[in-house]
């Protein structure tokens, strides 16, 4: 399993607890009147002044992902004491749109995905320009400096991928499918382009699909027509949870029965993990990704700290398997993990 990504985030989480009694915390405030629940973040409230934070994510309609990613990023907000602007859009122009809207707001702080660094670049830069703090979180790790954004929090896509690829060699795979539900995005490409590099140095192949993520039945007709036109595919891997659990009738039902796998999870994956129709699912803890982008901006506005000194700080990748089902589905049912 990863291992370093965890000690970092866990070390940043820590920095965060201590940075709260620093700067004094008050079991009388009130919990700030966010958007949706706080997933966990109950206990004391920061008694620095309210703040509003804008968070910015390329969500497409439907992903269960970014329920997770935001119940983190909503409990830093209740504890902090912050006013937590959410706002979302797939398409790279109208996302840059929602950051130059939050500019123009004079939000104290933006936490914006770089899905689509090349849209988002000099909007970014003109939060920066304008003295906003800007952090980013979950895609965009190989850009994420160049944009000007001053923190990152989130996995390593390529070495995910590479680990994954590995993993399918070691379990006797030769062929696998990479099934890319947003054309272009940063993260889901490099999580194929790993896997390609982790499975052929294995002497395997991989072969990318793309499928449009937002129709679930396009989704599932173009993998079925895949896996019939090309029964050497011996292993199927997703890129996300909603998408391998919608698979699992099509792999099932297909002639040369591959295995399928997949990156992230949600609440109904682990019972697929514990059942064998999913063999693993490689893991981001997207709930910290949300947690510590908010917190991050807190700590930087009461406090001047930049959690990783200004370097990545890894949330992942880590397995999510048989071995360890046990200890995350507990979480994952409470739409943590």
């Given at each position: 399993?990863?291992?370093?990504?965890?000690?970092?985030?866990?070390?940043?989480?820590?920095?965060?607890?201590?940075?709260?009694?620093?700067?004094?915390?008050?079991?009388?405030?009130?919990?700030?009147?966010?958007?949706?629940?706080?997933?966990?973040?109950?206990?004391?409230?920061?008694?620095?002044?309210?703040?509003?934070?804008?968070?910015?994510?390329?969500?497409?309609?439907?992903?269960?992902?970014?329920?997770?990613?935001?119940?983190?990023?909503?409990?830093?907000?209740?504890?902090?004491?912050?006013?937590?602007?959410?706002?979302?859009?797939?398409?790279?122009?109208?996302?840059?749109?929602?950051?130059?809207?939050?500019?123009?707001?004079?939000?104290?702080?933006?936490?914006?995905?770089?899905?689509?660094?090349?849209?988002?670049?000099?909007?970014?830069?003109?939060?920066?320009?304008?003295?906003?703090?800007?952090?980013?979180?979950?895609?965009?790790?190989?850009?994420?400096?160049?944009?000007?954004?001053?923190?990152?929090?989130?996995?390593?896509?390529?070495?995910?991928?590479?680990?994954?690829?590995?993993?399918?060699?070691?379990?006797?795979?030769?062929?696998?499918?990479?099934?890319v539900q947003q054309q272009g995005h940063v993260a889901l490409e490099a999580r194929c382009a790993g896997l390609e590099k982790g499975l052929t140095a294995a002497g395997g192949k991989v072969d990318k699909l793309y499928v449009t993520g937002?129709?679930?039945?396009?989704?599932?007709?173009?993998?079925?027509?895949?896996?019939?036109?090309?029964?050497?595919?011996?292993?199927?891997?997703?890129?996300?949870?909603?998408?391998?659990?919608?698979?699992?009738?099509?792999?099932?039902?297909?002639?040369?029965?591959?295995?399928?796998?997949?990156?992230?999870?949600?609440k109904d994956l682990p019972a697929k993990i514990k059942s064998g129709e999913v063999q693993w699912a490689i893991d981001q803890q997207p709930y910290l990704q949300g947690y510590l982008s908010v917190d991050s901006l807190w700590l930087y506005?009461?406090?001047?700290?930049?959690?990783?000194?200004?370097?990545?700080?890894?949330?992942?990748?880590?397995?999510?398997?048989?071995?360890?089902?046990?200890?995350?589905?507990?979480?994952?049912?409470?739409?943590?993990?």
């Amino acid at each position: 399993m990863f291992r370093s990504g965890t000690r970092a985030a866990t070390a940043a989480a820590a920095l965060a607890c201590v940075a709260l009694i620093a700067a004094g915390c008050s079991s009388q405030g009130g919990a700030p009147q966010s958007s949706g629940g706080g997933g966990g973040g109950g206990g004391a409230v920061a008694n620095t002044p309210r703040i509003t934070i804008a968070y910015i994510t390329h969500q497409s309609p439907g992903d269960t992902f970014w329920d997770i990613v935001r119940k983190g990023a909503e409990a830093a907000a209740a504890k902090d004491n912050v006013d937590l602007k959410l706002s979302n859009d797939p398409e790279p122009g109208k996302q840059a749109t929602l950051v130059q809207n939050a500019i123009d707001s004079k939000v104290a702080g933006i936490a914006v995905t770089i899905a689509y660094p090349d849209q988002l670049k000099s909007v970014i830069q003109k939060a920066r320009a304008a003295n906003i703090p800007v952090v980013a979180f979950n895609s965009g790790v190989d850009v994420w400096q160049d944009t000007g954004a001053m923190m990152y929090f989130g996995s390593d896509e390529s070495l995910a991928g590479e680990t994954g690829g590995k993993r399918i060699a070691e379990e006797g795979g030769k062929h696998a499918l990479c099934v890319v539900q947003q054309q272009g995005h940063v993260a889901l490409e490099a999580r194929c382009a790993g896997l390609e590099k982790g499975l052929t140095a294995a002497g395997g192949k991989v072969d990318k699909l793309y499928v449009t993520g937002t129709n679930m039945p396009s989704v599932t007709s173009t993998v079925q027509a895949k896996l019939a036109q090309d029964p050497s595919i011996d292993y199927v891997i997703t890129l996300g949870a909603p998408f391998a659990l919608a698979l699992l009738p099509i792999v099932a039902a297909s002639a040369s029965k591959p295995k399928l796998a997949t990156f992230d999870s949600n609440k109904d994956l682990p019972a697929k993990i514990k059942s064998g129709e999913v063999q693993w699912a490689i893991d981001q803890q997207p709930y910290l990704q949300g947690y510590l982008s908010v917190d991050s901006l807190w700590l930087y506005v009461n406090n001047g700290n930049v959690i990783g000194g200004g370097q990545t700080t890894k949330t992942g990748p880590a397995f999510i398997d048989k071995t360890n089902i046990d200890a995350v589905q507990k979480f994952a049912a409470n739409g943590t993990r």
